[in-house]
C-alpha cells in the first residue's frame, strides 16, 4: 500500500491548534462537498495540490515523533475521505510504526461514512473524529471541542483523550513559515 498517493494541499510539521498538544497537520487538497461560508476553499479543486507518496508522508510524520515527540498527526481538508484508499494506507502504517494519536476532520456525516468500503478499518486508525459539513450559520462558540458548527459530531473513537482536552486547544495560532508567509491555522479562525 506504501505506493499509494495522497493529494495534499499542505503539511504542517508543527500546530498546537488542531488537536490535542503539538501536531503534525496534513491538509488534504480536494473537496466536492461544497459547504457555504467554507473557511478553506483554496482546497476544494481536485486538480491542486501535489501528489505525495505516502511512504514519504510516513518517513516524515515518523521523524517528527522520533526526533521532536510529537503528541500527534490530524488530517483536515479538502476532504480525506475522498482519497479514503490512500488515507487508510497512510493511517494504518502511522498505527503501526509510530505512538502518534490520529484526529480526523470529515465533511461527511457519521451515517454517510458507515456506508463507505473500508470505514471500519480507516476509523479503527483513528482516535478522534469531528464529522458533519461545516454549517456557518451555526458556529460553536469557545471553548470548541474541535468542532466548527454545533451540526458536527465528535467521536472519542479509542478513549485517549476525553472532550476536556478536546477543550483546552486553542482555537486558533498563527503561523510564520520558514519562507516568511504568515498563516492563520486552527479551529476557529473566523475572528482572526
Ligand atoms: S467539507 Fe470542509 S473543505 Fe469541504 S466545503 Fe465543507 S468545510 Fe470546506
Known amino acids: 500500500m506504501g505506493g499509494e498517493r495522497l493529494r495534499v494541499h499542505e503539511f504542517l510539521p508543527h500546530s498546537r491548534a488542531n488537536g490535542p498538544g503539538v501536531r503534525a497537520v ?16 483554496a482546497t476544494h ?39 479514503l484508499d490512500a488515507l487508510l494506507a497512510l493511517l494504518q502504517r502511522v498505527r503501526e510504526e509510530t505512538t502518534l494519536s490520529v484526529v480526523v476532520f470529515t465533511g461527511y456525516a457519521r451515517e454517510e461514512i458507515a456506508g463507505m468500503d473500508g470505514a471500519d ?25 474541535l468542532r466548527g458548527s454545533e451540526n458536527q459530531t465528535v467521536d472519542l473513537l479509542s478513549g485517549r483523550y476525553t472532550l476536556d482536552d478536546l477543550r483546552m486547544v ?16 486552527g479551529v476557529d479562525t473566523v475572528e482572526w
Open 45 to 83: 479543486s481536485h486538480a491542486g495540490g501535489e501528489l505525495v507518496r505516502v511512504d514519504e508522508l510516513v518517513e516524515r510524520i515518523a521523524a517528527l515523533d522520533r526526533e521532536q515527540a510529537i503528541e500527534g498527526l490530524s488530517i483536515s481538508g479538502g476532504e480525506p475521505l475522498q482519497q
Open 26 to 41: 496534513i491538509w488534504v487538497q480536494g473537496c466536492t462537498l461544497g459547504c457555504p461560508g467554507c473557511f478553506n476553499p
Open 170 to 185: 486553542p482555537p486558533a495560532e498563527i503561523i510564520i513559515t520558514s519562507q516568511g508567509e504568515v498563516w492563520v491555522s
Open 121 to 145: 478499518e480507516l476509523l479503527a486508525c483513528v482516535d478522534v473524529l469531528v464529522a458533519g459539513r461545516y454549517d456557518a450559520s451555526r458556529p460553536v462558540v469557545a471553548p470548541s471541542d
